[in-house]
């Protein structure tokens, strides 16, 4: 049994002599505007990661800014982790445990706060759920931060209460602002960080505005610091939980952290996997590895027949589960080729 959910880019001139002084001052002026804008310029490409985790481990990339300038939706790596119009990198955690127990989100840059908002609630929304109640405050609990040269930052959906910084306060960058949480129009706990310069939305991983005609691609330009841009170019794919169990997860109750435990005597045994930024054609090679050491399960799903920003499968035998370590082995197939693999062991109580 396989099953998948969806959860749901001048002129030379002869000069006298004072004119030619006259000149010589206004280049050296000039020259020193420049370097000062320059220098400005430099401070503001060196940004750090605006959460306090550890990056495909803890937190992952769910959706970039949408960079291309028509209806289909384009990322900065020229992929399609993102969806039409949305302008800002989503950092998320895997479930509102995370939530609880406390991501820093941190400011990217040296600047000074503009502006705050706290007092959303935190709630995970699903489809259907009415959005009016949250008019104006999509943004959840937020801070805005400006640094200088007409560039601003924007972190959402802070966990209520966590806000610790207040408008006109300096901070310097990596200084905590607040934790990752769910408020506002979020439908994962996570952290919506988007910039600005001179009110225009733009992407910190090219240094490009949003929606120009080539807006993806290269990133050597980004205002990321170098280690951290290497980091944000690297695909967006994860595998953010496995397990084995009687009964396959749903990705609601994965997000508020019920995962299923495998127990002796389940009726059945499934091993499933929750994975992130899935492309059309991938699929998932999965095996069970018995206490015995014999192969129970080797089943590979079917190709997708479309990009899914989250995915969940599973596969399985109706077979009684017995104590002891079965060993869960995933691959992520792409192409046809493993792309990701992941192992775990499993122990089973008497």
């Known amino acids: 049994m396989t099953e ?19 000149a010589i001052i206004v280049v050296l002026a000039s020259i020193s505007l420049l370097a000062s804008a320059a220098k400005a310029d430099h401070s503001l490409s060196k940004l750090a990661l605006p959460v306090d985790c550890n990056l ?23 992929g399609d982790a993102t969806y039409d119009g949305h302008d800002g990198w989503d950092f998320r955690v ?44 999509e943004c959840g609990n937020g801070v805005v931060v400006e640094h200088g040269s007409g560039l601003t930052s924007q972190y959402c959906h802070l966990r209520m209460g966590s806000i610790v910084v207040r408008p006109g306060m300096p901070v310097t960058q990596s200084t905590q602002l607040g934790l990752i949480g769910s408020s506002g ?33 290269p990133t050597l330009s980004g205002l990321f610091a170098e280690p951290v841009r290497r980091m944000m170019e690297r695909p967006a794919l994860a595998i953010l939980a496995t397990g084995l169990s009687s009964m396959p997860p749903t990705l609601p109750s994965l997000v508020a952290g019920e995962v299923p435990v495998a127990k002796n005597g389940g009726e059945a045994t499934l091993a499933w996997v929750w994975a992130i930024n899935m492309r059309q054609g991938d699929q998932f090679r999965i095996q069970i590895v018995q206490p015995d050491g014999t192969t129970m399960l ?36 792409r192409d046809g080729v493993s792309d990701v693999t992941t192992q775990m062991a499993v122990h089973v109580k008497k």
Not at 311 to 329: C, D, E, F, K, N
Request: glycine share 10%; aromatic share 6%; hydrophobic share 35%.
């Open 94 to 137: 895997r479930s509102v445990v995370d939530v609880a127990r406390g991501v820093p989100v941190v400011s990217a840059a040296d600047g000074r706060v503009l502006r705050v908002r706290d007092g959303v609630p935190d709630r995970i929304m699903v489809d259907g759920d009415d959005t009016a109640q949250l008019e104006g405050i």
């Open 4 to 22: 998948t959910a969806k959860y749901d880019c001048p002129m030379r001139s002869k000069l006298s002599v004072r004119c030619a002084a006259a």
């Open 56 to 78: 495909g481990k803890d937190c992952f990339v769910q959706q970039m800014p949408d960079v291309g300038p028509g209806p289909l939706a384009n990322d900065p790596l020229c």
């Open 185 to 217: 129009q979020a439908q994962f706990p996570h952290v919506h960080f988007a910039m600005q310069r001179d009110g225009a939305a733009i992407d910190p991983l090219t240094g490009r505005f949003l929606r120009e005609e080539h807006g993806c691609g």
């Open 298 to 333: 080797d089943q590979s799903t079917e190709p997708l027949p479309r990009r899914m920003a989250n995915y969940l499968a599973y596969s399985g035998r109706r077979r009684t589960i017995v104590p002891g370590t079965y060993r869960i082995v995933i691959d992520l197939l």
